[in-house]
């Protein structure tokens, strides 16, 4: 018999989420042809998963050896635990690809970054948490705000058009011409300073090349950008 493992889910094409793995879950893991694992769990993966990804040529990546709380009190998951985690998501050349995740938090955090509204990410949280919500999981969802970028150093995305004159190099991967792009950039120091007085606590995520990012991805962040830059023309 074929058993899912712990609120198993499909998050994307090609991913797919749970929040623990038993021996009893291998012959369905079979089933899905996976090439990766990552785990954002603090414990190092037991024997007998590491002993099933060895023998079914799995990529097994450990990603919450990093430091499982951030320094703001608002984020759940560490700044550099959702830039792992980000490099194996957002590259397909990862997939098929497991999310192992006890928190069940950065699932919701991906939805962030693709601009889903809150009570949509809040509502599939919870219904992969089952009876074990957990307060600070949803208020991480809630405060966090991700910013994508091709990182240069310099530049990230915005909607401040008066930033646009002090901003150099960098490339937002949009769909769009290169002057709208360049639009919606400005500079990571001004994120940052900004999170001392504003409760939203802003994260820049590093996106691989546009050549291997997802297809699912590319189609939701690009509809994103056609609808503000008509939101911005109705406005002007």
Known sequence: MLAPPEYFGVVEDGVYRCSALTT???AFLETLGLKTIISLN?????KHIRGF???QDIKLAHVGL??????SNALVLSEDLLQDSFDYVLDKTSYPILI?????AFVGALRRMLKWNYSSVVAEYRIFSGAKPHYMAEIFLEMIDIKCV???????VTDDEEDIKSSSGGQFLGPSSPEFMRSRMYSVTSVMSNMN???VQTV???????EVLPEWFKFQRDMWLEEQADRDKIEF
């Open 24 to 26: 009893l879950n291998f």
């Open 42 to 46: 603090p414990d190092r993966p037991p």
């Open 53 to 55: 990804c060895s023998e």
């Open 66 to 71: 990093r430091p499982w709380r951030a320094s």
């Open 100 to 104: 192992l995740d006890s928190t069940n």
């Open 150 to 156: 091709a990182w240069d150093g310099e530049c990230a």
């Open 197 to 199: 007085s504003n409760p």
């Open 204 to 210: 820049i995520i590093k996106v691989p090349d546009e």
